[in-house]
């Protein structure tokens, strides 16, 4: 599987609230042209941040039906990589990548001070092994390539994984999206041991309480380093849920 390009940006952004409006204005007053091609790139330029948590907090809401999501900037969007994917300076989709080291303290986005990773994965050593979280995925829908969008972010997202030598990475969604995970995640990101949990109850979501939520596991290069150094057997890679 070959490694995908991302964009570098030799002009940040001198004006953020300028550009941003002239963004916002383009994408209620016209239709992105489909011959543009897509560019990818992890970016704090806060034009193109402000149109992702827009774009995301109306997604969230329409497909979850619900008016009480709020995407705007949060404290872990501060520390974390945010991915996007645009057609010129218009965003058509992003996600969030969260890494964290073993001896940082922070939550990730899906914990809470009763529901922490660490402790429900005692046998992952999270407490020495650097791992992260995706999450926060949003992709216009009336984009012709959403699901080209949607794999290639994916891919840029673990790949961004494997170099920074994450050895876990975790992903909170309902069960149908995670066997949708699962199966991107294998096939388009090459990480094979893919695993949903549903041995770990995950706390109701107040926006969402009819959603039951699952954690799906993803074992990367950097963890069966980790193994053989320690000299301890690699888990077996089966999944938990066919």
């Known amino acids: 599987m070959s490694k995908l390009s991302l964009h570098k940006s030799d002009n940040p952004s001198k004006n953020p609230p300028e550009e941003l409006q002239t963004s916002i204005f383009n994408r ?27 774009l995301r907090e109306t997604m969230y809401r329409k497909v979850f039906r619900t008016d009480k999501f709020v995407g705007e900037e949060d ?14 300076k218009l965003v058509v989709g992003g996600c969030r990548l969260t890494i964290r080291d073993g ?12 529901f922490r990773l660490r402790r429900l994965f005692k046998e992952l050593s999270l407490n ?11 992709v216009m829908d009336d984009d012709d390539d959403h699901l080209d969008i949607m794999m290639v972010l994916s891919q840029l997202t ?23 995970w699962r199966r991107i995640i294998q ?35 950097a963890s069966q380093t980790a193994l053989l150094h320690e000299g301890t057997l690699v888990r077996p890679a089966e999944s938990l849920v066919h």
């Not at 501060?78 to 996007?84: N, T």
């Not at 001896?103 to 009763?114: I, K």
């Not at 673990?158 to 949708?180: G, H, I, Q, T």
């Not at 990101?189 to 939520?213: K, L, M, S, Y």
């Open 28 to 54: 209620f007053s016209k239709v992105p042209r489909r011959t543009e091609s897509v560019v990818y790139e992890f970016t704090d330029d806060r034009a193109l941040l402000h149109q992702y948590y827009h």
């Open 128 to 138: 020495k092994l650097r791992h992260s979280e995706v999450s926060r995925f949003a």
């Open 187 to 221: 096939t388009r990101c090459g990480q094979p041991n893919v695993r949903i949990r549903t041995d770990i109850a995950v706390p109701e979501n107040p926006i969402h309480p009819e959603i039951n939520w699952y954690i799906t596991e993803v074992p990367l290069p």
């Open 75 to 88: 404290l872990h969007d501060k520390i974390s990589h945010i991915l996007v994917a645009r057609r010129g």
């Open 103 to 114: 001896d940082e303290d922070f939550l990730l986005p899906m914990e809470t001070p009763d």
């Open 158 to 180: 673990f790949e961004k994984c494997v170099d920074a030598e994450v050895a876990y990475s975790f992903l909170k969604s309902s069960l149908p999206m995670a066997r949708n």
